[in-house]
């Protein structure tokens, strides 16, 4: 055998290898996928078969009727003004306050900026009953508030990535818009936040991804049906008291899925721009 033949074979090992790998890490996608076809009857009975003989589109029909007559209109809606002013407010408040950090000298800018990379490091389930307390003293709960407030004091991890970024932009050009006669607002929104747009947008998917999947929060403050998201809509599939109908839910979960990979199939450039340049300089 060749050099070039040797070449050739490892080349095709590679790719035979990466496309079992990739087929191993999509099976469950593609298991849904095909299951939200099946009779509900079938779908478990069937579960070593990846698609249907006989495909039911009729899942899509009946499970976007919903429940008690709130389809899943009313439940995408409301994921949509949940996540798209959470997204708007988390990403405006890491953006003003990595600037703070990244360029504005205050006292113990250090001490803060440690206290709020701490803050990462604590789990949900530490801060889940005070928050919940908080914010029932507040007469928040089965509102969109508890959702939707927190983010616009910024969110740690957005913070530290576009503080990143904002690292790399060189300080000779905030000196030379203040001699052009800038003040730190025209610097902030006319020099800096038009350079750090690629993690800002990296952030937003982020955020966008987080909000769309987020359970346990809606779970926690919201009561009322019809102020449901796409995430906890999909539950009330799963009633211990009836014949769950798993055609419909799976096709109801297949659908979720669609806004994240348009998405970030749309804006991926965004997040491998925005990460690697943020690792650029510490």
Same mark, same amino acid.
């Given at each position: 055998?060749?050099?070039?033949?040797? /070449?050739?074979?490892?080349?095709?090992?590679?790719?035979?290898?990466?496309?079992?790998?990739?087929?191993?890490?999509?099976?469950?996608?593609?298991?849904?996928?095909? &299951?939200?076809?099946?009779?509900? &009857?079938?779908?478990?009975?069937?579960?070593? /078969?990846?698609?249907?003989?006989?495909?039911?589109?009729?899942?899509?029909?009946?499970?976007?009727?919903? #429940?008690?007559? +709130?389809?899943?209109?009313?439940?995408?809606?409301?994921?949509?003004?949940?996540?798209?002013?959470?997204?708007?407010?988390?990403?405006?408040?890491?953006?003003?306050?990595?600037?703070?950090?990244?360029?504005?000298?205050?006292? #113990?800018?250090?001490?803060?900026?440690? $206290? %709020? !990379?701490?803050?990462? !490091?604590?789990?949900?389930?530490?801060?889940?009953?005070?928050?919940?307390?908080?914010?029932?003293?507040?007469?928040?709960?089965?509102?969109?508030?508890?959702? $939707?407030?927190?983010?616009?004091?910024? $969110?740690?991890?957005?913070?530290?990535?576009?503080?990143?970024?904002?690292?790399?932009?060189?300080?000779?050009?905030?000196?030379?818009?203040? +001699?052009?006669?800038?003040? @730190?607002?025209?610097?902030? @929104?006319?020099?800096?936040?038009?350079?750090?747009?690629?993690?800002? !947008?990296?952030?937003?998917?982020?955020?966008?991804?987080?909000?769309?999947?987020?359970?346990?929060?809606?779970?926690?403050?919201?009561?009322?049906?019809?102020?449901?998201?796409?995430?906890?809509?999909?539950?009330?599939?799963?009633?211990?008291?009836?014949?769950?109908?798993?055609?419909?839910?799976?096709?109801?979960?297949?659908?979720?899925?669609?806004?994240? %990979?348009?998405?970030?199939?749309?804006?991926?450039?965004?997040?491998?721009?925005?990460? &690697?340049? &943020?690792?650029?300089?510490?």
């Amino acid at each position: 055998m060749t050099s070039k033949q040797k /070449k050739l074979f490892k080349k095709l090992v590679q790719h035979v290898g990466l496309i079992l790998f990739t087929f191993i890490m999509l099976y469950p996608l593609l298991w849904m996928v095909g &299951s939200s076809f099946k009779e509900s &009857s079938a779908v478990f009975i069937d579960a070593h /078969k990846l698609f249907p003989e006989e495909w039911h589109f009729s899942n899509y029909v009946e499970g976007w009727k919903g #429940f008690a007559d +709130i389809s899943f209109t009313t439940f995408y809606k409301n994921t949509f003004i949940i996540v798209t002013i959470a997204t708007i407010g988390s990403i405006l408040s890491s953006t003003v306050i990595a600037y703070g950090f990244a360029r504005i000298q205050f006292r #113990f800018k250090k001490t803060w900026f440690a $206290i %709020m !990379m701490m803050t990462m !490091m604590l789990p949900f389930e530490m801060i889940m009953i005070p928050q919940y307390v908080m914010f029932n003293w507040f007469g928040w709960v089965d509102t969109y508030l508890p959702l $939707i407030v927190p983010t616009f004091f910024g $969110i740690p991890f957005f913070i530290f990535l576009i503080l990143q970024f904002m690292r790399t932009i060189p300080k000779e050009l905030d000196q030379a818009a203040r +001699i052009d006669g800038c003040n @730190t607002i025209t610097i902030f @929104t006319r020099i800096i936040v038009p350079l750090v747009v690629p993690a800002m !947008m990296t952030a937003a998917i982020f955020s966008f991804y987080w909000r769309w999947d987020d359970f346990m929060a809606p779970l926690l403050y919201l009561q009322t049906p019809t102020k449901y998201p796409v995430s906890l809509a999909l539950k009330l599939f799963s009633d211990p008291e009836a014949v769950t109908n798993w055609g419909a839910m799976f096709a109801m979960t297949t659908l979720s899925l669609l806004p994240i %990979m348009i998405i970030f199939f749309i804006f991926q450039r965004y997040i491998v721009e925005g990460i &690697s340049t &943020s690792g650029l300089k510490g």
